[in-house]
T-cell receptor, first 114, second 112 residues
Framework: NAGVTQTPKFRVLKTGQSMTLLCAQDMNHEYMYWYRQDPGMGLRLIHYSVGEGTTAKGEVPDGYNVSRLKKQNFLLGLESAAPSQTSVYFC?????????????FGPGTRLTVL | AQSVAQPEDQVNVAEGNPLTVKCTYSVSGNPYLFWYVQYPNRGLQFLLKYITGDNLVKGSYGFEAEFNKSQTSFHLKKPSALVSDSALYFCAARAGANNLFFGTGTRLTVIP
């Protein structure tokens, strides 16, 4: 099992450009999440999905959109990138809902917006 | 508001000495508590969790954590630190089905 994978690993964008980050998991997990990690702020939840075809907003959703067309994939889109979106983005997944389920994380995508 | 606090940004400990990384939480209801570790340029890796039962939880790589309900704390501990334990440690709490709240992280440096 590859677990949770993310592409790309690094990306540099100019302000106003768009891009899509791809997250894939091969563990048949129902739940998937997108976080951003900024220095001194820990991880903050952007959007999450509780199953194929469903998405919901997290703590910091503004400026991002997501889609979950297939169970194994969770896409994070930036329509018009801003320097404030410079961050490291992590995808995570866990099995069917349960408070005791730990999340499995991908290796991260480092995004710089100039 | 629900939150997780890690009061120390940095913890330094000599190799072979015991280590403690502190975490306190504020969540409604019974919390489910987690510790994760992050090595440079890597994603978070699960270390251990507290769900219910024994207040002392044992996890990966010799780490353990003590749940203290009265002090709303979940401190991470290890009896004898290794240089390879140097990393960024995150405490997290879950109250609802989906929301996992993370602390800001504590950088542990083990000095040879």
């Amino acid at each position: 099992n590859a677990g949770v994978t993310q592409t790309p690993k690094f990306r540099v964008l100019k302000t106003g450009q768009s891009m899509t980050l791809l997250c894939a998991q091969d563990m048949n997990h129902e739940y998937m999440y997108w976080y951003r990690q900024d220095p001194g702020m820990g991880l903050r939840l952007i959007h999450y999905s509780v199953g194929e075809g469903t998405t919901a907003k997290g703590e910091v959703p503004d400026g991002y959109n997501v889609s979950r067309l297939k169970k194994q994939n969770f896409l994070l889109g930036l329509e018009s990138a801003a320097p404030s979106q410079t961050s490291v983005y992590f995808c995570a997944s866990n099995p069917v809902s349960g408070k005791n389920n730990e999340q499995f994380f991908g290796p991260g995508t480092r995004l710089t917006v100039l | 508001a629900q939150s997780v606090a890690q009061p120390e940004d940095q913890v330094n400990v000599a190799e072979g000495n015991p280590l403690t990384v502190k975490c306190t939480y504020s969540v409604s209801g019974n919390p489910y508590l987690f510790w994760y570790v992050q090595y440079p340029n890597r994603g978070l890796q699960f270390l251990l969790k507290y769900i219910t039962g024994d207040n002392l939880v044992k996890g990966s790589y010799g780490f353990e954590a003590e749940f203290n309900k009265s002090q709303t704390s979940f401190h991470l501990k290890k009896p004898s630190a290794l240089v390879s334990d140097s990393a960024l440690y995150f405490c997290a709490a879950r109250a609802g089905a989906n929301n996992l709240f993370f602390g800001t992280g504590t950088r542990l440096t083990v000095i040879p």
